[in-house]
T-cell receptor, first 115, second 113 residues
Framework: AQKVTQAQTEISVVEKEDVTLDCVYETRDTTYYLFWYKQPPSGELVFLIR??????QNEISGRYSWNFQKSTSSFNFTITASQVVDSAVYFCALSEANRDDKIIFGKGTRLHILP | DVKVTQSSRYLVKRTGEKVFLECVQD?????MFWYRQDPGLGLRLIYF???????EKGDIPEGYSVSREKKERFSLILESASTNQTSMYLCASSLSQARGGYTFGSGTRLTVV
């Protein structure tokens, strides 16, 4: 069965600090996809990144970076030099290739960036 | 700008009422999904659809049904609303084989009293 665990329920950091959001997943498939979504206070989830299981390269997009490690079944998300606008709930998610486009979300991590 | 539109942002209904939550997308997406979001439980899939007049149960379909008569519209129906269905409901759509590249609506916060 597939499962996504975000052990950090809530994190608070002071603006300009770096912060890492943890995500651990479980799947029996060899082909799968991992995602991060952001939910700001407005409520609408915003797609941030997709990574397939054959691509373990880390990715950087501006202040955001993602570390995918199959050996530990983790897909962690780091925000560098955090800003108040980064305050949101962040969801990690997993989709198995044989299940079409259905994805399973973790319970989310609420991130507070304090000014 | 592509969009997924949910008809109501906030809704208050009485126990036992039949409730319709509407979702419309203008991106010609094949796939549409309904999730509910509750504190501490994350997003849970209620129903999804890969095509017109087609539906599949998600993880928590009990107490809900859906309708997809047209490609762009996916309705979630609470046949007899109960207080435990008070929640945030999120609709999403995606292209076939989009592999999770969902576009979400802004959500409907439903309160059943």
């Amino acid at each position: 069965a597939q499962k996504v665990t975000q052990a950090q329920t809530e994190i608070s950091v002071v603006e300009k600090e770096d912060v890492t959001l943890d995500c651990v997943y479980e799947t029996r498939d060899t082909t799968y996809y991992l995602f991060w979504y952001k939910q700001p206070p407005s409520g609408e989830l915003v797609f941030l990144i997709r990574r397939n299981s054959f691509d373990e390269q880390n990715e950087i997009s501006g202040r955001y970076s993602w570390n995918f490690q199959k050996s530990t079944s983790s897909f962690n998300f780091t925000i560098t030099a955090s800003q108040v606008v980064d305050s949101a709930v962040y969801f990690c998610a997993l989709s198995e290739a044989n299940r079409d486009d259905k994805i399973i979300f973790g319970k989310g991590t609420r991130l507070h960036i304090l000014p | 700008d592509v969009k997924v539109t949910q008809s109501s942002r906030y809704l208050v209904k009485r126990t036992g009422e039949k409730v319709f939550l509407e979702c419309v997308q203008d991106m010609d997406h094949e796939n549409m999904f309904w999730y509910r979001q509750d504190p501490g439980l994350g997003l849970r899939l209620i129903y999804f659809s890969y095509d017109v007049k087609m539906k599949e149960k998600g993880d928590i379909p009990e107490g809900y049904s859906v309708s997809r008569e047209k490609k762009e519209r996916f309705s979630l129906i609470l046949e007899s609303a109960s207080t435990n269905q008070t929640s945030m409901y999120l609709c999403a759509s995606s292209l076939s084989q989009a592999r999770g590249g969902y576009t979400f609506g802004s959500g409907t916060r439903l309160t059943v009293v």
